[in-house]
């Protein structure tokens, strides 16, 4: 059998895997090693099996994902988003839609400490959900912005999916982690444009708070500043701002989930039963990413040894289509595959086949990074399946997919948007690393 | 063997990869701040991170398997009935078997060569293999608590909850 047909006799035996919900790590490892086995031989192949496993797991720059993860599950178990919901509803909950745009904000305050959309999302269902309706905003919208605003963990650091980029296509997590500070607060930005527009456009649709006085708002920032300082410093250890200590990913990942303990602990919001559910989340989750990234390395000598990805790459730029075009298509597939699986899932399985398109386009791989993160988090919020929708449907039983879909609309006009600034724009994404 | 037993082994191995996150986040935390305050290094920081990091990984691998919390496809499993939900399930777990039993046989080579190799670690001059060693452990761990797995999937279903907490986690993401 020729090295085209094992190809793509592995990718319809991939597919079926997955589809019969083998754990994509695995199916991707099982699948790898059985092509590599069949072309190269069966010794050398199970050889790479323990090799491959044992290096990934004790690279220690690897260690960035259980690390932020554990930061994020502290972050979460701490309540700190109620703190962070409250003090943004101070300042902009008196305005039409308010508390819709003080729920954009507090979403991007959390994500910048948390690093995942899903937990971002399920956090703010139960936090200003309710808040929300009690102040009589339609469903639709309430859990439109709360899907919306759930993105902005992946885009925001540290982003735990922009990690496993890094750690794909050997970028310097730390740059990438940057890079997506500016399109996170355009996303901040331009979400609360919508909000605004949705209430200008239709007056009696969203309402108005209760304004609070100046002395209640600069009262409630003394319970964000702890979040906010972790931020600062575990980020800005990481860009290399004066007066701080510089870190490496890893490091900044180690001392942000130390910090967010102790800031938890310190402040009596984080108890015993809280700690251990965050380190069991925290490591059942870094156990899943790194079975993925374990079967992603298997699959990716199968395709070395294939030459998949050369062939990729001169089959798109054989269509004639231009750079844009080529990159046009890339985001359709990421769009489609959105309807199939998250986005841990598609980043791994995709990444080592289309980046050396990308490279060989002469685009830049941050940069890349960046469009790759936002088009796959629009996977997140788009229907049929729509990750984070689920997410806040199996929070909010009262409320129809289809009404969060159409909550959701609104916001997935405003992503597309942002995706052709950021393409137009790549200086967005690449002006902070480029001061690293 | 007894249910309630085998729930406290479950949970003892999820506890020991619980454990293992903790202590990597307070070498590295430690390190840090000994680093930037003393200028002091602990020998080994680096290596003992890495080397802990593998053996929380493996054990984390054992819980995850067994909880049934890896990253999947839920596609086609979301829109059938529960019997051929659970025929899935018992088929995706079978494979998880098969890959997870051939990754342990592997990795033991692994373990063996790096002994026979004598590999140590950079200041202290430790042997590295008993760290390798106790992660591989994790591997049979998950071997063994995969096929229980199989085992309640096929015979008892509803055991499939949590002991740890006494309901389902989902995981971060």
Redesign the interface.
Known sequence: MSTDAVAILGFIALFA???????????M??VG?SGFSYLVGGAPA??L???T??RT????T??VI??F??M??FV?SSGMSRELFRTANNFVGHLRGGLGIATVAACGGFAAIC?????TA?TFSTVAYPEMRRYGYPQSFATGVIAAGGTL?AMLPPS??LAVYGIITEQDIGKLFIAGIIPGLLAICMYMITIAIIGWARPGFLPEGKPTSWNERLASLKDIWAPLLLFIFVIGGLYGLPFL?R?TP??A???G??GA?LIGVLSGRLNKDGI??S??????????????LIGALLFGYFLTITQTPQKVTEFLTALGLGKYGVLALIMLMYLLLGC???A??MIILTIPIIFPVITHLGFDPIWFGVIIVMTVELGLIHPP?GMNVFVIKSVIKDVSFTTIFKGVIPFIITDLIRLVILIAFPILALWLPSHM | MNRVYMDRFIDTI?WV???F??I??????L??LL??LFTYSIPDS?DF???M??I??????A??SY?G?????????GNVGPRYQRM??V??TL??L???T??T??????VMTTRSDNVLTFDLRLPTWPF?ML?WLGDVSAVLLIAVRTYRLIFHPDYMVDP??GKE?????
């Open positions: 895997l997955m589809l019969l919900r083998v754990p994509v790590g695995m199916a490892g099982l090693i199970l050889k099996v323990g090799q496993s044992m797991v004790t690279d220690y690897f260690g259980p690390m993860l554990l994020g599950a979460t690093g995942s959309s899903v937990a399920a963990g735990t999916v200590p870190f890893t490091e990942g180690g001392v989930a130390s303990f251990l559910t380190l069991l989340q925290a490591t059942r989750t870094a156990a899943a990413v790194f079975t993925v199939l699986m998250d841990m899932a399946v | 999820e990869a619980a454990f996150v903790g990597v986040a307070a070498n590295i935390f390190q840090v680093r930037n680096y991170g890495r080397l990091l593998g929380l990984i493996f054990w984390g691998i819980a995850t909880r919390t890896h990253i999947t496809v839920d596609l086609v499993w899935i399930d088929f995706a494979v998880l098969f890959v997870v051939v990754q046989y592997t990795l033991f080579d692994k390798f992660a740890a907490v986690i989902k995981p971060v993401e």
